[in-house]
């Protein structure tokens, strides 16, 4: 599904990324740590087409997404869902409202919005929050609004860069056991972040970053 071959990135001549290879299967889920300035997030901007590599391809399904114009990056970035450390989340809305905004914005219509949008609070465990603005949920509810949302499009792939970052222990684990669970469901799931009591906690797949190279890609 997705293939980084001799991917190279530099900003300002320094490199960030060296020769980078690695493939993601089908349904797999894989966390990639590093400490900070390791190029975990050039590796998700690289995915999505926000930067493109100086060396090397980046493979995704039947794109090469190096090679894509900036009109051809909506179809590729609908089928994956992105969820940031800061939320990212519209202050004025609700969370259903802020959930049905991903689907406004590409014009679907109203029946199915409000089919969908309650389907994906309910996988969330937020059905009873519907109608709670941001500042009246927790840091770990607005995380799952967030999720929400990047799923509202049934991407195959969900992208969490720094998921838990701003989040206690207790909501870490209930994030944590979120994407878990829609691993379990067939979607694709990139975990980006440099907690290691994280990735001893979910027992998959692991790559290492250091200094832009990759160190280790280990089954468990």
Do not use: C, W
């Not at 990324?17 to 089908?26: A, E, Q, T, Y």
């Not at 090469?64 to 609908?78: C, D, G, I, S, T």
């Not at 929400?148 to 969490?160: D, E, L, Q």
């Amino acid at each position: 599904m997705i293939a980084f071959h001799n991917v190279s990135k530099s900003y300002n001549f320094q490199a960030v990324l060296s020769d980078i290879n690695f493939k993601i299967s089908p349904g797999e889920f894989i966390s990639i740590t590093g400490k900070s300035g390791a190029g975990k997030s050039t590796i998700i901007k690289l995915l999505i087409g926000e930067e493109k590599p100086q060396k090397g391809r980046v493979i995704f399904g039947p794109y090469e997404v190096n090679r894509l114009k900036p009109n051809e990056l909506p179809a590729l970035r609908k089928k994956i869902g992105i969820v940031f450390q800061d939320f990212k989340l519209l202050q004025t809305k609700t969370a259903y409202e802020n959930v049905a905004f991903a689907l406004e914005v590409e014009g679907r219509q109203q029946v199915e919005i409000e089919e969908l949008v309650p389907q994906m609070l309910d996988l969330v465990g937020l059905a009873d929050r519907q109608n709670h603005f941001p500042h009246e949920l927790s840091g770990g509810m607005k995380q799952r609004v967030a999720i929400a949302r990047a799923m509202i499009h049934r991407p195959s792939v969900i992208v969490a860069d720094e998921p838990t970052g701003n989040l206690d222990h207790q909501n870490t684990e209930e994030i944590v056991n979120l994407l878990l669970k829609i691993n379990d469901l067939g979607t694709t799931v990139i975990l980006a972040t440099h907690n290691l009591e994280i990735v001893k906690r979910v027992k998959k797949r692991l790559i290492v970053l250091d200094g832009g190279k990759l160190i280790k890609d280990t089954e468990h």
